[in-house]
Every structure is written in C-alpha cells, then in structure tokens.
C-alpha cells in the first residue's frame, strides 16, 4: 500500500471544490506514489464550512488555519484562497515544512512572491503553483511541436482571455474588484494564467507596453457571505469605488524577439471563460481555444502546395500527456481533469524530492510581468525588465 499524506486545506468555495475533487479522483485513475489522505478543511464559517466537508469527504474541520498548519500530521497545505490571503498562509507553512499546493496569482505583488519562494527554498519544501492549463493535453502538444521544431523559428504570440461576468453595472462589488484584495482586475486574475502560458511556450519576456481602462466605476457592495461565487448578492443600494481595472491589454517583446499580445477583460459579451492563443512560426502555426480544450489547430508549411491549410488535432489519444489514464480516443475530458494531472505531477514531485513547474519561481516571474504591465498603463511609457 502506498504511504499517506494528509491534506489540510485553506477555503472551500470554488478553487476548494476544484481542488478537492482533484485530491480524490488521482488515485483512482493514476499511479500515485502516495494516497492523498483529505484531513482538515479550514475556512472562516462553520456551518457552510461543516456542509463542504461532509459532501467532498474532509474528515475535519478547523476555522483557525494557525492551528491546522501547526498540527504535525499535516503534510500538504492546499492554499485555495484569495490571492491577498496567499503571503501569510503559505509563508506559515512553508516555516512548518508543509509542502504547498497554491492557486493563482502567486501573491499581491513581487516582493511578497520573492520572499515566499526563498522561504519555500530555505525549508525545502515542494511548491506548485496551480496555473492549470498547462496541463491541458492540447497545450503540451503545442509545446511538443514547438521544442520538435515543427513551427520554426517563432514570430507572433496572441492571447486573449476574455470573460463578461461584470458586464451588469449592477453587479456587486465582490472581492475581485478591489484593490485591498484582489491587488488587479484582469490583468492580475487572467493575465496571470496568459502569461505563464508564454513562459511556457514562447519564453522570458523583455518589454511590456500596456493600458487599462474602467467601464463601471461604482457597484452595489456585496455580502461577503456570498462573495466567493460569481453570484453573490447585494446589500442593498449603497454602492462603492471600483477599484481595479475592468480590462488590460498588453504588447510584450520576447526575449528570443518574438512579439506578442495580450487581452484580458471581464466585458467581452458572450464570452464565459474564453481562453485562446495562437502562435506564429516561420514553418507553422497553432491555434488553442480553451472552450475547445481537447482540440489543437496546426498549420505546416511542409504540406503540399494546394492542401496546406488549418487541420484540427483532437487531442485525446493515449499518445497525448495524460490522457493514458482517462477513456478511449476520441473520448474528451474538461477543465476540472486538469487539477487532477496538478495533483499527480505534485505527488510525484514530493516523492522525488523534485520540483514541480509552474512554482513559485514560476509564480514570481509572471508577478513582474504584470506589475510592468500595470506600471505601462499607469505612466504610458514601455518597460524593459530586469
């Protein structure tokens, strides 16, 4: 039987759903070295807190996170909060020798993301940072085409993550639209994920010429209560300041001089969750729509005159990352089998005593991006970075 490791997680909304039902479906359709054990679950409000451990199978509960941290059979803290509450929850755990599984965006800034990966480092533990969609068969097949040369030599990156959950002017003002917590708008929530994705992919990049814009100053204020979800509820008709950008929008230069850009709104109509990127290369191109996860667009230049042209790649044979533990070809799989993929790489990373990427080291370079993305908007000037 494998060894144990026992979970606590910080919140229990959303990313704490996600996250949970990752922990339980690993092991049922991967080799682990480990079983992952879900030990504690912590948040602020017994009563719902109570009702999400029943459902998703915690066998506790606790509303003080100190306290979970400091018990000495946790092994793993899972970090499914806001980004303003990330810093001290994972500096705690780290300092407790408890490896981390943290969501996105790594912290409210880069001096915070800095100090969490050198005390992660100093204590050596293992540190994933959950941008997900890495680990998307389709994305690691761009990636494969890219490294194998099928593109060569690349041009052109264009990435737009568009979203309309706030287009409403009457939606309240939850969490994300301020500073105080959610450091940015777009930029910092969704640009986050556009540009781990170029790291990845493209490479380092050197300067960012950006510039935002609000399309609703002022919302109703919202019940905290309900603030987690995209649903939340009013408190009635006093309003407040919105205080983070409603879109951003970015034109970057690689460090291997490539070019790309970036979208990111919460008013593009229509558009739920819309991911896309597409890659330009002087043999060929890709084209990735996350509404269409299991699927790659190619082109090649190598085709015959006459039948050259953009094929789609259904990327669900075994022969696809991951996709050997899941069901026959042609069978797709969605956006929450990609927490899963996280949480094997990261067991097997702690058994290894390996590190896992995206990390905070990941986490901290995407932050300077987006803060020389912001600091472009704010003085209209292009940043080069360090």
């Known amino acids: 039987m494998a060894k144990q490791l026992n979970i606590g997680i910080v919140g229990y909304k959303f990313m704490g759903r996600a996250h949970s039902n990752a922990w339980k479906k690993a092991p049922l359709f991967f080799d682990v070295p480990s079983q992952p054990v879900l030990k504690v679950a912590c948040g602020r409000h017994q009563a719902s807190l109570q009702e999400f451990a029943q459902k998703w199978g915690w066998e506790e509960t606790e509303t003080d996170w100190k306290k979970m941290i400091a018990r000495p059979d946790i092994d793993i803290v899972d970090v499914a909060l806001p980004q303003n509450l990330h810093y001290e929850v994972a500096m705690a755990a780290a300092r407790a020798g408890k490896h981390i599984f943290c969501e ?15 005390v992660c480092e100093e204590n050596h533990v293992t540190h994933y940072l959950n941008h997900n969609y890495r680990r998307l068969p389709a994305v690691l097949l761009a990636k494969k085409m890219i490294e194998t040369g099928k593109l060569g030599r690349l041009f052109h990156w264009r990435c737009a993550y568009q979203q309309d959950w706030i287009v409403d002017p009457n939606f309240p003002l939850t969490w994300q639209l301020r500073k105080e917590t959610a450091q940015a708008g777009p930029q910092w929530d969704l640009n986050s994920h556009a540009v781990d994705l170029a790291h990845f992919l493209i490479g380092d990049i050197d300067t960012v010429s950006a510039l935002t814009t609000n399309f609703v100053t002022e ?6 209560s309900t603030s987690g979800n ?24 690689f460090q291997n001089g490539a070019v790309g850009s970036f979208e990111a709104t919460r008013f593009a109509t229509g558009k739920k969750n819309g991911l896309t990127f597409e890659i330009y290369g002087s043999k060929g191109s890709v084209k990735f729509d996350l509404e269409r996860m299991n699927e790659l667009q190619y082109y090649s230049l190598n085709d015959e005159a006459g039948e050259q042209g953009f094929r789609t790649i259904q990327a669900t044979d075994p ?16 956006y929450e ?3 899963v993929h996280a949480v094997v790489d990261f067991l097997w990373a702690i058994d290894g005593n390996k590190p896992i990427e995206p990390n905070f080291s990941d986490g901290l370079r995407i932050l300077t991006v987006l803060e020389a993305g912001l600091e472009s908007a704010a003085t209209g000037q292009r940043v080069k970075l360090n």
């Open 104 to 118: 996105k965006p790594l912290a409210m800034n880069s001096r915070q993301a800095e100090e969490m990966l050198r």
């Open 319 to 334: 022969t696809h990352a991951y996709m050997q533990g899941w069901w026959p070809p042609g069978h797709i799989i969605g």
């Open 219 to 224: 919302r109703p204020l919202a019940d905290e």
């Open 337 to 339: 089998h990609t927490f």
């Open 230 to 253: 995209l649903t939340a509820e009013t408190l009635g008709d006093q309003k407040g300041p919105v205080t983070v950008e409603d879109a951003a929008l970015m034109l970057v230069q």
